[in-house]
């Protein structure tokens, strides 16, 4: 056999890797006829017919509220202002401790900033890369409000012994299944174990609207509280006095007509796109029962993967390498990308929430402290493997 | 264990994906276990090695 590529032989294998192919006629045919209908948004900021958006934008909305069995769906311009959005509707204030992984997207923990709330980080699962229950239990306080929950990857969290927890605390649970459309958990839809959740529409995801996002819930109060706040919901507020006016403050977090337009196309896609990734990743996890120091993805009993990424472990000592120079050794022996999507392994997903300027400096909300000084909390979280895990 | 997948254990793809096909995964086991193979030989110049930084935040580009 010829030597590694990384140490100057002839790399394994010389074809280029194929670029996804997201958007079809089906696309392209829906885009054009919102065109030439002239309506690009419907959505107007105040109370009546098209408080709620316009026609494609209704229509994307049911057919997902159908296709995962929600009682709510409702579409936003990103999943990053989903979860703002949430924060607000489940009335997260100033001095509130919200939960997190500190193994996510940034904004599955800054969403609760904006509302004055603090992130608390606590560990993940080694298995699943989800939150550890036994993690968030330790870190509960009496100003704790919420559990945010990252179906990270595409693979359930422990959704059972969470909502058992949040249960017993009084706890509201937020479901972040960005990565996770069309993952079942006991053949109910993610996002819809806990109080409200979501998915996004952004590029890289399974299906998308170039950007977007899409909330779910079957709480008829969250929902409503989510429309407003998506849409100006002063001006709702004003015209329905009966209504609690706290965290109502809107912005316009509206998706156009067109992203709806490909929003619904890109949905009826999404079963064969899963079935597609799953004989891909079966035939991985198959792969690699033959390698001695790495482990496949682990698939929570009772439920499927979306395969957003594939998690590999690694044990250096059993490889006999670093991680690092095994992932670049391996890269080596395939044509050099142009793209970064044709890249084959990639390492370390993103640093620890918890290591961020954010929360080392706690500086957030303005330059004063806000809102880490507001709930006393001296520091959200230290590096764990030092022991220190939250001093209060 | 974030810390731990973070800076030593955890390597992912997204080649599960369409349109790759199953060819193209066991194409990356073949690479993968040929890399082992010489592992003693890639860590004695591993020192040399350049790195091109493949870390998935950097992939990831935009989330």
């Not at chain 1, 069309?182 to 996004?200: C, N, P, R």
């Not at chain 1, 084959?344 to 620890?352: A, D, E, K, M, Q």
Request: aromatic share 8%; proline share 4%.
């Amino acid at each position: 056999m010829d030597k590694p590529a990384i140490l100057g032989g002839k790399p394994l294998f010389g074809y280029e890797i194929p670029t996804r192919t997201c958007i079809g006629s089906e696309e392209k045919n829906a885009v054009n006829d919102v065109l030439d209908s002239g309506e690009l948004s419907s959505f107007l900021g105040a109370p009546g017919k098209y408080f709620n958006g316009g026609k494609y934008i209704k229509r994307f909305e049911k057919n997902f509220s159908e296709t995962i069995n929600a009682k709510h769906a409702i579409s936003v311009n990103s999943w990053t202002s989903g979860l703002m959005t949430i924060m607000g509707a489940i009335g997260i204030s100033p001095g509130d401790e919200i939960i997190c992984s500190p193994y996510t997207m940034s904004a599955s923990a800054t969403c609760a900033l904006f509302y004055g709330g603090v992130p608390i980080f606590a560990d993940i699962e080694r298995d699943s890369y989800c939150l550890d229950p036994i993690s968030i239990e330790k870190l509960i306080t009496p100003k704790t409000k919420a559990i945010i929950v990252v179906h990270l990857f595409g693979g359930v969290a422990n959704m059972e012994s969470i909502m058992s927890i949040a249960d017993k605390h009084g706890l509201i649970v937020v479901e972040d299944a960005a990565q996770a459309p069309g993952v079942t958990y006991k053949e109910k839809s993610v996002g819809l174990h806990g109080h409200i959740g979501g998915f996004s529409l952004n590029y890289h995801k399974h299906i998308h609207a170039g950007e977007g996002g899409v909330i779910v819930t079957n709480n008829d109060k969250y929902a409503l509280r989510c429309r407003m706040i998506r849409n100006h919901g002063e001006n709702y507020v004003d015209m329905n006095p009966k209504l609690p006016i706290d965290n109502t403050i809107g912005g316009n977090y509206r998706l156009t007509e067109i992203q709806a337009a490909i929003a619904i196309e890109q949905l009826k896609k999404l079963t064969n796109i899963l079935e597609y990734r799953n004989i891909l990743a079966k035939c991985l996890t198959d792969g690699i029962k033959s390698i001695h120091g790495l482990e496949g993805a682990v698939v929570r009993n009772n439920s499927n993967h979306s395969w957003y990424l594939y998690p590999i472990r690694f044990n250096a000592k059993e490889v006999g390498m670093s991680r690092d120079v095994f992932v670049e050794a391996v890269n080596a022996e395939f044509k050099d990308p142009k793209y970064m999507e044709q890249v084959i392994l990639t390492y370390g997903y993103v640093r620890p929430l918890y290591l961020s300027r954010v929360y080392q400096e706690k500086i957030a909300i303005g330059g004063k402290g806000f809102p880490f000084n507001y709930s006393g909390i001296q520091k959200v979280c230290v590096r764990w493997q030092k022991i220190v895990m939250r001093i209060a | 264990m974030a810390e731990d997948c973070y800076e030593d254990s955890l390597i992912l793809t997204s080649i599960v994906r369409e349109p790759i096909t199953i060819k193209i995964i066991n194409d990356l086991v073949k690479a993968m276990k040929k890399v082992i193979l010489f592992n003693n030989e890639i860590m004695d110049k591993s020192g040399s090695i350049s790195s091109t930084n493949v870390s998935t935040i950097e992939y990831l580009g935009k989330i």
